[in-house]
């Protein structure tokens, strides 16, 4: 699914990522732990294409991300890739339908097919009451499975989280992870997921430990 080969990262005189090896299964859930400035989020931004590395290469579903030209980029992140946030980055002045619908849209998808695909992910993940209610209305769980919704739209290969749960109460949190693993196993999608969470990271089907921009753990 995600193939990564010897990624080195460096912010100034900082090096974040210091030649990481790593490859990610389809149908995986993979939590990547760790402290503070341990590189997990840079290294998640490299797999999803939103950040390129000093050197090193990566793959998704067999394709070098890194011969890809910046239209081929958006597209993949758009079609196969599905990014949740800590903060879910919904937009405040749309509905919840509304900011699911946004991938679907800039892929060019019909209206009323995104609108149909929206409104069966707000169901399936426990949120369809509350379509048509802005952010702004919506409790931190009601928004961050909004946020997972927007993510499943175009019917991602992989899903990348980074911190997910990290800004809901205990109740909202569990209920959150025991959604992940209901998605993998219901429709085969992929998650690495970012967290300080051990509940979470124990729950994966694998955990990867980083420290000063190198795996230590597999």
């Given at each position: 699914?995600?193939?990564?080969?010897?990624i080195?990262?460096?912010?100034?005189a900082?090096?974040?990522?210091?030649?990481?090896?790593?490859?990610?299964?389809?149908?995986?859930?993979?939590?990547?732990?760790g402290?503070?400035?341990?590189?997990?989020?840079?290294?998640?931004?490299?797999?999803g294409?939103?950040s390129?590395?000093?050197s090193?290469?990566?793959?998704v579903?067999?394709?070098?991300v890194?011969?890809?030209?910046p239209?081929?980029?958006?597209?993949?992140r758009?079609?196969?890739?599905?990014?949740?946030?800590?903060?879910?980055?919904?937009l405040p002045?749309?509905?919840a339908t509304?900011?699911?619908?946004?991938?679907?849209?800039?892929?060019?998808t019909?209206?009323?097919?995104?609108q149909?695909r929206?409104a069966e992910?707000?169901?399936?993940?426990?949120?369809?009451?509350?379509?048509?209610?802005?952010?702004a209305e919506?409790?931190?769980?009601?928004q961050?499975?909004?946020a997972v919704a927007?993510?499943?739209?175009?019917?991602?290969?992989v899903?990348?989280?980074?911190e997910?749960?990290?800004?809901l109460?205990?109740a909202?949190?569990e209920?959150?992870?025991?959604?992940?693993?209901e998605?993998?196993?219901r429709f085969?999608?992929?998650?690495?997921?970012?967290?300080?969470?051990?509940?979470?990271?124990?729950?994966?089907d694998?955990?990867i430990?980083m420290?000063?921009?190198?795996?230590v753990?597999?």
């Amino acid at each position: 699914m995600i193939r990564c080969r010897e990624i080195r990262k460096r912010f100034g005189a900082v090096e974040v990522l210091r030649g990481i090896d790593l490859d990610i299964a389809r149908s995986e859930v993979v939590a990547v732990v760790g402290p503070s400035g341990a590189g997990k989020t840079t290294l998640l931004q490299i797999m999803g294409t939103l950040s390129q590395p000093d050197s090193g290469t990566v793959e998704v579903e067999g394709r070098d991300v890194g011969s890809l030209r910046p239209a081929e980029l958006v597209r993949l992140r758009n079609e196969r890739i599905g990014f949740v946030f800590q903060f879910h980055h919904l937009l405040p002045e749309f509905t919840a339908t509304e900011n699911v619908m946004i991938p679907a849209l800039i892929r060019r998808t019909s209206r009323a097919a995104a609108q149909r695909r929206a409104a069966e992910l707000l169901e399936l993940l426990g949120v369809g009451h509350r379509a048509g209610h802005k952010p702004a209305e919506l409790s931190g769980g009601e928004q961050q499975r909004v946020a997972v919704a927007r993510a499943l739209m175009n019917d991602p290969a992989v899903v990348l989280a980074d911190e997910p749960s990290g800004n809901l109460d205990s109740a909202n949190r569990e209920s959150l992870h025991r959604l992940f693993f209901e998605l993998r196993d219901r429709f085969g999608y992929t998650f690495v997921i970012v967290t300080h969470d051990n509940d979470l990271a124990a729950m994966s089907d694998r955990r990867i430990a980083m420290r000063d921009g190198t795996i230590v753990e597999l």
